[in-house]
């Protein structure tokens, strides 16, 4: 305002925190008053709507409900990092697929699916007390188990 020698900043942050069972609603309202390139106010109110402790409010910031929103965004930049490696991981996989030969891919599928022959007896023997359980009247969605078995 004024050419830059009053100037106001407002701002608001805003959270739904759950904490099992409770939820919160919290909010953060921000103003800082500049006259002549000077802070001549800057302050912060804050509420919160918890099913737990009802309203609150105060100057400043919560401490507590601040930490949670920290260690929220900790846990999901945490997240976000494991998912990037993971996706850096199949990418190195899929080139590492691209130079095999031929031979070397048929060799490598065989491998993985390769039956083991304890766990082809086992299912054999599920199948067959299933279908001895059920006789004719196996149901539809046994069939399709078995089919993808």
């Not at 805003?14 to 800082?32: E, M, Q, R």
Request: glycine share 10%; with cysteine.
């Amino acid at each position: 305002m004024l050419g830059g020698l009053i100037g106001a900043e407002i701002s608001l942050e805003g959270a739904l925190i759950h904490t099992s069972p409770d939820f919160i609603i919290y909010t953060v309202g921000g103003l800082k008053v500049e006259i002549c390139w000077v802070t001549v106010f800057k302050g912060s109110v804050w509420v919160a709507l918890s099913t737990e402790d009802g309203i609150d409010g105060g100057t400043g910031r919560n401490s507590r409900y601040d930490e949670l929103i920290n260690e929220a965004r900790d846990t999901a930049n945490e997240m976000e990092d494991e998912k990037n490696k993971v996706e850096q991981e199949m990418e190195e996989a899929k080139r590492a697929y691209d130079k095999l030969s031929d031979e070397q891919r048929r060799i490598a599928g065989n491998t993985v699916i390769q039956p083991d022959e304890e766990k082809a007896r086992l299912v054999s023997f599920l199948y067959n007390t299933d279908m001895g359980r059920f006789g004719a009247r196996i149901p539809d969605v046994l069939k399709t188990i078995w089919s993808q078995v």
